[in-house]
Nanobody, 120 residues
Framework: QVQLVESGGGLVQAGGSLRLSCTAS?????????LNWFRQAPGREREFITG????????SYQDDVKGRFTITRDDAKNTVFLQMNNLRPEDTAKYYC????????????WGQGIQVTVST
């Protein structure tokens, strides 16, 4: 089993910034796993935002967040970060951390999710 705990969400005005963290733990987890971020807005399906490949740090981003969001990871702390700048009201959603053995775009395990609300 893998446990994922997100933190750092909240309410911010449009144009502002937030930094989300996700710390992984569990007997089968190690930092060879992919740690990815997804979000789900009310009435919409959960969507991939960004992921980072453990072997070489390669990243991938959804087009809507390119240039505004940055994913990084701290292997010593089993933690992945999502720096979100220039936030827009349409970024309002519940954000989820996902861990995958094999893919940047899927998850075998999920965190509980954390709310991000961007006001106008």
């Amino acid at each position: 089993q893998v446990q994922l705990v997100e933190s750092g969400g909240g309410l911010v005005q449009a144009g502002g910034s937030l930094r989300l963290s996700c710390t992984a733990s569990g007997r089968t987890f190690d930092m060879s796993w992919f740690l990815n971020w997804f979000r789900q807005a009310p009435g919409r399906e959960r969507e991939f935002i960004t992921g980072i490949r453990s072997t070489d740090g390669h990243t991938s981003y959804q087009d809507d967040v390119k240039g505004r969001f940055t994913i990084t990871r701290d292997d010593a702390k089993n933690t992945v970060f999502l720096q979100m700048n220039n936030l827009r009201p349409e970024d309002t959603a519940k954000y989820y951390c996902g861990a995958s053995r094999a893919s940047m775009w899927t998850a075998d395990y999920w965190g509980q999710g954390i709310q991000v609300t961007v006001s106008t």
